[in-house]
């Protein structure tokens, strides 16, 4: 039945259901990303088991996980138990049951597209973001950090720069979107949720941040974005 909805190669979304200390040493929801590997007959599903830097995650037998499939029909999620961890045909896999029923929601804005896009920002003061939320702010680009942006959402982006921002401060930045006509800029105020050095490249920081004073049309211009890439991902062969 669950192959109706689900197929081999739909990406997806792991999130732990109790929290656990995260990279910042604060507590929280820890979320890995991988992908359906085979649906097998008695209904459980084998997923690639999940990597952070390299080296595999060993995730617990027994734990459970709420999980956003994102498949081809659209998302659904259930809550899964992980049954056992094998290596098949080469391939270091999950088998996972399902605990709660399968169902669809909406969750589109939350769907991270790993890519390299060029961006800059720059801190925003007080004033600055009062202004912008009210549409007044004349914006002054100037002092603007380079970066790359590695993944995206219609959410926020996670990107690499050798400027570290400061976590919960508010920043400006800009970056540029391929569309089927051109180039579309945006110019985004967002949140900075986690800010720290990458491990063995000094002066290299990654930062998570979380777009605020989004508009919607703005929000679904992104995330139109990241499922059409998706949609040429999968025609080229690339998102198996």
Same mark, same amino acid.
């Given at each position: 039945?669950? *192959?109706?909805?689900? +197929?081999?190669?739909?990406? &997806?979304?792991?999130?732990? =259901?109790v +929290? /656990? /200390?995260?990279?910042?040493?604060?507590?929280?929801?820890? $979320?890995?990303? $991988?992908? /359906?590997?085979?649906? &097998?007959?008695?209904?459980?599903?084998?997923?690639?088991?999940?990597?952070?830097? $390299?080296?595999l995650? &060993?995730?617990p037998i027994?734990?459970?996980?709420?999980?956003? @499939?994102?498949?081809?029909?659209?998302?659904?999620?259930?809550?899964?138990?992980?049954?056992?961890?094998?290596?098949?045909?080469?391939?270091?896999?999950?088998?996972?049951e399902?605990?709660?029923?399968?169902? !669809?929601?909406?969750?589109? %804005?939350?769907?991270?597209?790993?890519?390299?896009i060029?961006?800059?920002?720059?801190?925003?003061?007080?004033? *600055?973001?009062?202004?912008?939320?009210?549409g007044?702010?004349?914006v002054? *680009?100037?002092?603007?950090?380079?970066?790359?942006?590695?993944d995206?959402?219609g959410?926020? $982006?996670?990107?690499? +720069?050798?400027?570290?921002?400061?976590?919960?401060?508010?920043?400006?930045?800009? @970056?540029? &979107?391929?569309?089927?006509?051109? %180039?579309?800029? @945006?110019?985004?105020?967002?949140?900075v949720?986690? +800010?720290?050095? =990458? %491990?063995n490249?000094?002066?290299?920081? *990654?930062?998570?941040?979380?777009?605020?004073?989004?508009?919607t049309?703005?929000r %679904?211009?992104?995330?139109k @974005?990241?499922?059409?890439?998706?949609? !040429?991902?999968?025609?080229?062969g690339?998102?198996?």
């Amino acid at each position: 039945m669950i *192959e109706k909805f689900i +197929s081999p190669g739909d990406k &997806l979304e792991l999130k732990s =259901i109790v +929290s /656990v /200390v995260l990279p910042d040493g604060t507590e929280g929801v820890k $979320t890995y990303r $991988t992908s /359906v590997y085979d649906i &097998l007959d008695d209904g459980r599903l084998e997923l690639v088991m999940p990597m952070e830097q $390299t080296k595999l995650v &060993l995730l617990p037998i027994g734990g459970e996980y709420d999980v956003c @499939f994102y498949a081809h029909k659209g998302m659904y999620r259930a809550d899964v138990r992980i049954a056992d961890r094998r290596k098949v045909n080469g391939i270091y896999v999950l088998v996972v049951e399902l605990v709660s029923n399968l169902h !669809k929601f909406q969750r589109r %804005e939350y769907y991270r597209f790993n890519c390299v896009i060029d961006m800059t920002a720059r801190a925003m003061t007080r004033q *600055e973001c009062d202004a912008f939320v009210q549409g007044h702010m004349t914006v002054l *680009e100037e002092n603007m950090a380079r970066g790359v942006i590695v993944d995206i959402s219609g959410g926020g $982006t996670r990107f690499v +720069s050798r400027h570290k921002f400061e976590e919960g401060s508010t920043i400006l930045m800009r @970056f540029c &979107l391929p569309t089927a006509e051109n %180039e579309r800029a @945006f110019l985004l105020a967002a949140k900075v949720v986690f +800010s720290g050095e =990458i %491990e063995n490249r000094a002066n290299e920081y *990654e930062v998570r941040v979380k777009f605020e004073y989004i508009d919607t049309a703005t929000r %679904e211009q992104i995330i139109k @974005f990241i499922f059409d890439e998706e949609r !040429k991902n999968r025609k080229n062969g690339k998102g198996r």
